[in-house]
Structure formats: C-alpha cells, structure tokens
C-alpha cells in the first residue's frame, strides 16, 4: 500500500489492473483500516481516472455473490448519494412506481452512509426483508415486480471496509461504484450522480458495456432529477438539458423535496406518496425520476413516461408492488 499512497500523492494515476488489485487486497484483508481509510481519503481531494473507476468495478463485480436474472428484462434506479441534498428516497420510491407500471426492477442499495437515510434504511424500517436467495429474489420479481439487492449480502468482500466508511461519515469512491455493481448485471440502468465529471465517466463505462442506460445530473447539485432547476441526461441516443416544463411542470423549490433526515420520517413521506397523501411537489419529483426509467426501457417519450407513472400512483399498483414485496420477502 505504501508504493500505492506515493503514486497517488505524487498526482500519478494507477492503471485499470493496479486499482483492481487494490480492492482484491482490501477484500483478502491484506492492509490495515489505517492504510483503507487513507487510500479512501486521498481520492476525496483528487479526482478519479476512468481507468481507476473500472479497475475497482471490475474487482467488486468478480467478487460479487452474481445472481442469474436475466430472463426478466430489469433495470435498476440507483444513485450514487453523496449530492449531500438530504432529500427524502426519491429513487428508491421511483422505482416501486416503475415496478407498478409493469416493469422489473432488480434495485441495488445500501444503508445510508453519507446520508441519514439509505434505501436500506427505509425499506428495513418499512419490513422488506433482504436476502441473496436467488428463487425468492426471482419470486420477489415475479410477483412484486421489484426485488431488493442490498448490497453487503453481494458484496461480502467490502466487509472490511463498511466500518471505515461509517466513521469517515463522507462520500468516497465506493459512492461512485454502486450503481456500477449489481451482482444480477440488469440489462438496462438509471444512474444519479452528484456532479458532471462523474457523469461523464459514467457515460463513457456504459458506452464499453451493452448495457441500455440513462445518467443523471441535475445542474444544481442532486444525484436524481428534482425539478428545482435543469438535468443533464445522457443515454445511449441522445444527451439533453431537460426542464420541468418538459414534464409539464414548475420549478419546485429545494424545501419541497427534503426530507431525508431520519428513517422514521423518511419512511413516513416514502408510504404517503405511495399512499396518494403526499404533496403534488412529492409525487411529481417521483414521477419524473420514474419517467426515465419508462423511457430508458421502452423508448416512450418522458411525457409519457411521467404519465405512465403517475397512473402507477393512482391506481395504487406502485403501493401494491412495496406490500407484495413485504409478505414475499418475509416468508
């Protein structure tokens, strides 16, 4: 770790391999939570090469517990956190909106650790029950439309570093990996990220892969579409600056959509929107994040998109998607 701390402070770049053997090494426990939490620090106050980005994607999705999915055609809504906005679980509810307008959804998540409230978190408090029981996570799908891959279950070989994130208390590059990998390797994704540059690296990792995407930026800071100013998204098609009125919607301000700051309140706002007793401003944000995910799977127009989700609140199909859900994964 040594060699690696000093190329890294002298402003050089590891390559694809080096920075897959860093996290094979971190996994075998072969350096100290002093070394880690080093290691993590210094790409907080530099930033990551595309190259080191898929060398640490690359040493996860081998160490990954896979699971084989893929005769449902799936995508997943996953953000990267660390936009530090507090908001309440946007794409997590989005997600049950997708499910419940027919789409498969295989969501990857965790706890919370730059934020107060992780889709983990939330769906804990709510009774998901998690696992990595392939015929359940396959029932779940069946019958939910939706199936929860909580990431440490996958993920056994970052054991070694969940404490050091916790007390660092700050996103780390682990942030950036997340929606990169999902052990069930879903054919389409919706990825938030918490700035530009990010973005970009993402564009050019999926653009690699055959994977069907759609990245996230808004202008103003958020890992997700929030409708309080414009969005990058960039897709396999196109790239575009989209507006709430392009939802045929206004500006929501910032206090609108907050709400993150607790489990127990971010729960409550999470079951009122699925509920319809959540505030338009509420329903709305959901619906436009859900919108993407409609288009980036069936090419349908984002108008569309945020239509065909809207009904998936109203007619309580998004809310039947989270109780199916509870009862399947609690059996």
Known sequence: MKEILNRLIHHESLSRDQARGVIIKIADGKYSPIQISSFLTIYMIRSI???????????????CVAVNLKDFDTIDLCGTGGDGKDTFNISTLASFVTAGAGIKVTKHGNYGVSSSCGSSNVLEHLGVTFTNNESVLRRCLEKAGICILHAPLFHPAMKNVASIRRELGVKTFFNMLGPLVNPSFPKNQLTGVFNLELARLYQYLFQKTSQNFTVLYSLDGYDEISLTGSTKAISNQSERVLNPSDFGLSILKASEISGGNEVASSAEIFMNVLKNKA????????????????STIKGVSILDGFEIGKESLRSGKALQALTSLQKISSL
Request: charge should be negative; glycine fraction near 4%.
């Open 279 to 294: 505030t338009e401003a509420q329903q709305n944000v959901v619906c436009a994040n859900a919108a993407m995910a409609i």
């Open 49 to 63: 090469s595309l190259e080191e980005l898929e060398g640490f994607r690359d040493a996860l999705l081998e160490l």
